[in-house]
């Protein structure tokens, strides 16, 4: 009997062993999925094994802020009628000829009235497009084509005039305006340790992106990637700031080829700046779950072997094969 009760305790040992092993390599799938459940967006993946590594040993954000600070589409952010009469047959004209354009500033124009009766419409190189909206002639385009006096365009905004038969009614202003969100965001990552380099265009979106972001740092071009640390680039795929693949790791909503980071379909970084914040948190939590299953483990075999001869060893084997998911489970509880 006693040969079978030291063959039983072997087994139940083994039992323990086993599970705490699945339960110890469990830990991590288990702890991205709670981050894609958290993070609010069904689409956000934690990808790449050394993806928690990257962004803990990083305090810096590069940042392309089109998509992420921006809305990332042009917008009309003005409209300035030289009678406010006009204001409405401003918008209804000058929308209904751009539905007949294809371009990201006509695009933004459009929304500003249903599809007319546009017909006739054609591009005018360097100047912009002419055509008839219910019979009526109308242009729209370049101050100087329109003979309407407006300062010229700034680096970020765009401003674009309208003539319906023949006189001016007035201006456009278009944009890629800045997210409500972002001023906030930013402001709330710095203060959680992140230095925050938002990579301009040009020395017009330098000044804007300034004035709007005052918490962040805006250079022109792109930082170097040698000041000790590996930064975290967001980005999305389709950006002109070709350093993801260069980086600690990314945040996009497509990642390159054998990189760690977050895939996310929408960059803004209001939601970047909640999914870092869970990340922080994640490596701490990792140690607790599998700390858990360790003692958990070992609290199992020792019963084992400090049991009696003749006590039920399996009882001991199997309470500490399902105290196990509590281990795990624990640490993610209340966690925000």
């Given at each position: 009997?006693?040969?079978?009760?030291?063959?039983?305790?072997?087994?139940?040992a083994?039992?323990?062993v086993v599970?705490?092993?699945i339960?110890?390599?469990?830990?991590?799938?288990i702890?991205?999925?709670?981050?894609?459940?958290?993070?609010?967006?069904?689409?956000?993946?934690?990808?790449?094994?050394?993806?928690?590594?990257?962004?803990?040993?990083s305090?810096?954000?590069?940042?392309?802020?089109?998509?992420?600070?921006?809305?990332?589409?042009?917008r009309?952010?003005?409209?300035?009628?030289?009678?406010?009469?006009?204001?409405?047959?401003?918008?209804?004209?000058?929308?209904?000829?751009?539905h007949?354009?294809?371009d990201?500033?006509?695009?933004?124009?459009?929304?500003?009235?249903?599809?007319?009766?546009?017909?006739?419409?054609?591009?005018?190189?360097?100047?912009?497009?002419?055509g008839?909206?219910?019979?009526?002639?109308?242009?729209?385009?370049?101050s100087?084509?329109?003979?309407?006096?407006?300062?010229?365009d700034?680096?970020?905004?765009?401003?674009?005039?309208?003539?319906?038969?023949g006189?001016a009614?007035?201006?456009?202003t278009?944009?890629?305006?800045v997210?409500?969100?972002?001023?906030g965001?930013?402001?709330?990552?710095v203060?959680?340790?992140?230095?925050?380099?938002?990579?301009?265009?040009?020395?017009?979106?330098?000044?804007?992106?300034?004035?709007?972001?005052?918490?962040?740092t805006?250079?022109?071009?792109?930082?170097?990637?040698?000041?000790?640390?590996d930064?975290?680039?967001v980005?999305r795929?389709?950006?002109?700031?070709?350093?993801?693949s260069a980086?600690?790791?990314?945040?996009?909503?497509?990642?390159?080829t054998?990189?760690?980071?977050?895939?996310?379909e929408?960059?803004?970084?209001?939601?970047?700046?909640?999914v870092l914040?869970?990340?922080?948190?994640?490596?701490p939590r990792?140690?607790?779950?599998?700390?858990?299953?360790?003692?958990?483990?070992?609290?199992?075999t020792?019963?084992?072997?400090?049991?009696p001869?003749?006590?039920p060893?399996?009882?001991?084997?199997v309470?500490?094969?399902l105290?196990?998911?509590?281990?795990l489970?624990?640490?993610?509880?209340?966690?925000?």
């Amino acid at each position: 009997m006693t040969g079978l009760l030291s063959l039983t305790s072997v087994l139940a040992a083994a039992a323990i062993v086993v599970a705490a092993a699945i339960a110890w390599w469990s830990a991590r799938p288990i702890l991205h999925a709670s981050i894609h459940r958290r993070s609010g967006d069904s689409r956000t993946r934690l990808v790449g094994r050394g993806a928690l590594d990257a962004f803990a040993r990083s305090d810096t954000l590069v940042v392309d802020p089109v998509g992420s600070i921006t809305v990332g589409e042009l917008r009309v952010v003005g409209v300035e009628p030289i009678d406010p009469e006009h204001d409405r047959s401003l918008r209804w004209f000058a929308g209904a000829l751009q539905h007949g354009a294809d371009d990201p500033v006509a695009r933004a124009i459009s929304r500003l009235s249903a599809r007319g009766g546009a017909t006739e419409v054609k591009h005018v190189p360097g100047l912009g497009t002419a055509g008839r909206v219910d019979r009526h002639p109308v242009r729209v385009g370049a101050s100087e084509w329109i003979g309407l006096d407006r300062p010229p365009d700034d680096g970020w905004h765009q401003v674009v005039a309208v003539e319906v038969d023949g006189r001016a009614l007035g201006s456009l202003t278009v944009a890629d305006p800045v997210r409500d969100q972002a001023p906030g965001a930013v402001a709330s990552l710095v203060a959680d340790g992140w230095r925050v380099v938002l990579v301009a265009p040009s020395d017009a979106a330098v000044r804007h992106l300034s004035a709007a972001v005052p918490c962040a740092t805006v250079v022109r071009d792109g930082p170097t990637l040698e000041d000790g640390t590996d930064p975290v680039v967001v980005a999305r795929s389709s950006t002109a700031l070709d350093l993801r693949s260069a980086a600690g790791a990314a945040v996009s909503d497509r990642l390159p080829t054998r990189s760690a980071g977050v895939a996310m379909e929408d960059v803004a970084i209001h939601h970047v700046a909640a999914v870092l914040r869970l990340l922080r948190g994640a490596r701490p939590r990792l140690r607790a779950m599998r700390l858990g299953v360790l003692v958990v483990a070992a609290a199992g075999t020792g019963s084992l072997l400090l049991a009696p001869p003749g006590s039920p060893e399996v009882f001991a084997a199997v309470a500490s094969v399902l105290a196990l998911p509590a281990a795990l489970m624990l640490p993610l509880a209340r966690w925000t």
